[in-house]
């Protein structure tokens, strides 16, 4: 993923489980600014969650957002948002008709796609459909989509039919999950999934924003999108939010099959490896921009913390509005060309920093 912009990279990763493997999809984007758009789709599966996965198998590009449904009679299927670059859509909101509708195609392990492909669904008036979600239950085939962008307009759509071809027949209130005129602190709430657990609890997921109040103008998410989860019932084969109405609560009560992640973890000692909460960007390969020496993590210098290819950024998502974060640094700066410290990070234009570095005057 090297040199991909801002926002690209891999989009709405799809877990799954079936025939003994866990199997994941996503898109890997390469341009998104224009009217085209560089979207390569793929599969890998594993047999296990932690284990080696596969080679990834590429499956089409005519869209993103993938999804992987596996059939009780154990043929499997492949949907994705169809992308028309021609901004000539399902015309359901023209001012961003390039979204055209969701695709379905067979998908084989050993044959790939295979069979026809057709446009299942076009969504409702609220326009931008994507992120389609397969599942089965009580005998009908049931897709869920994102809809209204990834703006304060967003919001999870269910659609049902006896066929998976379709047609598909909407919810009686469009959506299950849209926080759009609320007033709370969860917004932009789209894009999820249901999920139904071993013990019988029934919960919906979606991405989300935490807005900043500001009274001056546009509030910012400056945590950008993150993931949040309802608990939901079924009343006549239809799914609703357990607690009324659209609008998702900022708290949920948890099953008593669970326990309560604990707090983000003060890491004052490395121990030799990097929790799994640190991450870093654009290439799974570390060699080339850290690595950790005793009780030490040492960054090797590379291009600015603005680049799209070889950045020494190392760091953890923002979980709250309001944090506290030290580091001790350990370097000998020759030129105002070289430093290093801490960074609250958004994007390449984005980010605050706090740097020790060189400057010849001082």
């Not at 596996?70 to 859509?89: I, L, S």
Request: charged share 20%; hydrophobic share 35%; glycine share 10%.
């Amino acid at each position: 993923m090297r040199g991909n912009a801002d926002s690209c990279g891999i989009w709405a990763p799809c877990l799954s489980f079936a025939d003994g493997k866990f199997w994941l999809v996503y898109t890997d984007v390469k341009r998104l600014d224009g009217a085209f758009k560089d979207a390569p789709n793929y599969i890998t599966c594993c047999d296990k969650i932690d284990g080696d996965w596969s080679d990834p198998w590429f499956v089409n590009a005519s869209g993103f957002d993938p999804t992987l449904f596996h059939d009780d009679d154990g043929r499997k299927w492949f949907a994705n948002v169809q992308w028309n670059h021609r901004g000539q859509g399902t015309g359901a909101n023209p001012a961003h008709d390039s979204f055209d509708g969701i695709l379905l195609q067979e998908w084989s392990p050993d044959r790939g796609l295979l069979g026809p492909v057709k446009s299942i669904y076009a969504g409702t008036k609220r326009g931008l459909t994507e992120a389609p979600h397969l599942f089965k239950r009580n005998g009908y085939y049931y897709l869920t989509t994102a809809e209204g962008g990834t703006g304060y307009q967003h919001a999870v759509t269910l659609s049902r039919s006896r066929d998976i071809w379709g047609p598909y027949e909407d919810h009686p209130n469009l959506h299950v999950i849209c926080a759009d005129g609320s007033d709370g602190p969860i917004q932009r709430t789209g894009h999820g999934q249901y999920v139904e657990t071993h013990w019988g609890d029934h919960y919906h997921t979606f991405l989300m924003g935490r807005p900043i109040p500001d009274p001056q103008g546009k509030p910012f998410c400056a945590m950008g999108r993150e993931t949040g989860i309802e608990r939901v019932v079924w009343r006549e084969n239809w799914l609703y939010l357990e607690r009324g109405g659209v609008v998702p609560a900022e708290d949920v009560n948890a099953s008593v099959n669970v326990t309560q992640k604990p707090e983000a973890p003060v890491l004052r000692i490395l121990g030799g490896a990097l929790p799994p909460e640190f991450q870093w960007l654009r290439t799974p390969e570390t060699d080339r921009i850290f690595r950790t020496d005793r009780d030490a993590l040492v960054l090797i210098g590379r291009e600015s913390i603005g680049s799209w290819f070889e950045q020494a950024l190392v760091a953890r998502r923002q979980e709250h509005h309001s944090y506290e974060a030290s580091t001790l640094v350990d370097m000998f700066a020759t030129t105002y060309q070289h430093a290093a410290g801490l960074t609250t990070y958004y994007n390449r234009h984005k980010f605050h920093a706090v740097l020790l570095t060189h400057e010849p005057a001082i």
